[in-house]
């Protein structure tokens, strides 16, 4: 057996897909009857994407896969682990993996680990790490492991609507990347609790308590981070980690106000943890945020709105430069559940001309809860088929593609959902949603039968014209 393990495993290259239609923020508060700017500056959100009943997780995952193997000119011969993250469940029993696996039988190769994994939006970081570690091992074969992670997020009629989304995000995952995860070094903080879950197999929308999954979500940022600090100054012993360290930070986005005061607390858990609420303290936020020596951290703290509005004003600069390019997606798109943090570093690499001897910090939430700290460092690489970060924001051209799409009205989107809603779970179904806004070369539903079995079809004959026939 080779003894030569391999070096600097990560992403070697990501694309996504996202529907061609989407309804803008804007338009969405005058048809909802909200005042001006509750959706565009309370939620930080421009528009959103959906799709109507000719779309589910398995044809978006199809054509996210596809995509990026065509844009790379992968051989299909060269996947041996493929794993899905998602909390769109389609079916109990079968995974989306295995739907996947037709892009691959076709081209012989049925050799290929992985099935899918889920919790909330940290399936895709579950994914992720399970094939980094498979890359790690003894059982690494030489090939390459594809994630694939991403959701259609839907909320019924209501204040939760507006931070709905779509998207799928592809990864392949493999050794001399152009962003390399660093090894060693993670915070992790998983509990039991309520905020958010879908018991209904009947139903798409979840169970929410709005209040309950904030404050989870910023319990578990605190830890996290605490947690990959010590991991950091365990691996660094001549160094203090801190957000000085930090060139970039990407956040699971429910929506982007949330993710700019969540990075604002990330500077108050500095002060915090470095002893800065101390009377010896020099640190350099103290006067700004020794009036909250008293809270701390704890859940006094949590929408805090002074305390807020102190960490917004403290870190403006540091938000436009390490979080605003990374934004774009999910600004765009919306919240793409176990997509969204990848999505967030699609944008960043689409934004940032190089990366290279840069950290990347990334904050993955899934409720329920599982969350985590991790980071990647660009950089350079002799690698001819994946040379660079900004080759794959090339590769991806996410911001012309966004240009491209379909606005639809929002009366016509609430119809849209509405068709989702009433036929999810049908037996013998058509979907009543129209073709036309399906791009040529992809995927569709085309029809559930009498035994709940799905059958696809690409949106152009000459291809192929159905799958499971």
């Known amino acids: 057996m080779n003894n030569d393990r391999p070096q600097n495993i990560g992403i070697l290259a990501m694309d996504i897909y996202f529907p061609e239609t989407y309804v803008a923020q804007t338009e969405l508060e005058s048809f909802d009857g909200v005042s001006a700017g509750k959706y565009t500056i309370g939620l930080g959100q421009t528009n959103m994407a959906f799709c109507g009943d000719r779309e589910d997780i398995v044809s978006m995952s199809m054509n996210s896969v596809q995509s990026l193997m065509k844009k790379y000119n992968i051989p299909y011969s060269m996947i041996g682990r493929l794993e899905v993250g998602t909390e769109t469940i389609i079916d109990k029993s079968k995974s989306i993996k295995t739907h996947l696996m037709t892009l691959f039988q076709e081209h012989g190769n049925t050799s290929i680990e992985g ?16 094939s980094v570690q498979w890359i790690e091992s003894s059982y690494w074969d030489g090939r390459f492991a594809m994630v694939v992670t991403g959701d259609i997020a839907v909320y019924a009629k209501g204040p939760a609507r507006p931070t709905g989304g779509a998207g799928v995000v592809a990864m392949l995952i493999g050794p001399n990347a152009p962003l390399v995860m660093e090894p060693g070094i993670r915070g992790v903080h998983m509990e039991n609790v309520y905020d958010f879950y879908k018991p209904d197999g009947k139903s798409e929308y979840p169970y929410v308590d709005g209040k309950l999954s904030i404050d989870c979500y910023l319990r578990a940022l605190d830890r996290c981070y605490a947690n990959y600090k010590a991991a ?25 106000r949330l993710v700019q005061k969540s990075f604002g607390r990330l500077f108050y858990n500095d002060y915090i943890l470095s002893g800065g609420n101390s009377d010896e303290s020099s640190h350099k936020y103290k006067d700004h945020f020794q009036e909250f020596n008293q809270i701390g951290l704890g859940k006094e703290s949590y929408g805090n709105a002074k305390l807020d509005q102190v960490g917004l004003k403290v870190t403006d600069e540091h938000y436009k430069n390490k979080v605003i390019p990374s934004m774009t997606l999910s600004k765009e798109l919306g919240n793409c559940y176990a997509g969204s943090v990848y999505g967030g570093i699609l944008s960043l690499l689409s934004n940032v001309n190089s990366l290279v001897g840069k950290r990347v910090l990334v904050f993955s939430y899934g409720s329920g809860l599982a969350a985590t700290f991790f980071s990647f460092k660009g950089v350079s690489t002799n690698n001819p088929m994946f040379p660079s970060t900004e080759n794959i924001g090339k590769q991806s051209n996410i911001n012309q593609r966004l240009t491209n799409r379909i606005k639809i009205s929002p009366p016509e989107f609430t119809t849209l959902l509405s068709y989702r809603e009433e036929n999810c779970s049908k037996l013998s179904y058509t979907p009543m949603d129209s073709t036309l806004n399906i791009a040529i070369g992809n995927y569709y ?10 059958h696809y079809k690409i949106k152009d004959d000459t291809i192929k014209s159905s799958l499971y026939e």
């Open 115 to 130: 099935v899918d994994t889920y919790n909330a939006c940290y399936g895709g970081t579950n994914a992720l790490f399970n």
């Open 445 to 454: 539903l085309e029809r559930v039968d009498d035994k709940l079995i799905r």
């Open 232 to 256: 950091f100054e365990r691996l660094n012993q001549d160094q203090n980690f801190s957000m000085d360290l930090v060139d970039y930070c990407v956040m699971h986005s429910p929506y982007g």
